[in-house]
């Protein structure tokens, strides 16, 4: 069994998996593909426009994946540079647990 990756930077969470079939390829928008957007800065973690020829995104059932033909990087005001090797990746969002509150949430950047 193959050990899967996965990267972290800030609340974003990118997994090593398969990008299904069906997947519908989205268009990169002109500053890159926005892989999340933070709510109170509106700091983005950004897929530059100058990996444009290296770097695929799809979306599936509400699920985002990126497709990563040659190293690229991840970018973010507050974070230090995600470089991501070459694979398939499912991009979500870290969650904590409450222990006191006995629940899950989203962590926000």
Known sequence: MKKRKFYV???????ET??????EEKRMQKKGFVLAEGEATGHTHLIS?????????????????????AVAEIVHPE???????VGNYEIGHVREYDPFEEETRAVRD
């Open 79 to 85: 974070h230090k540079t995600l470089v991501l090797p």
């Open 18 to 23: 398969e990008i299904p079939s069906q997947a």
């Open 49 to 69: 426009r100058k990996y444009s020829t290296v770097t695929k995104m799809y979306e599936r059932e509400k699920k985002v994946y990126l497709a990563i033909l």
């Open 9 to 15: 930077q800030g609340d974003l969470f990118l997994k």
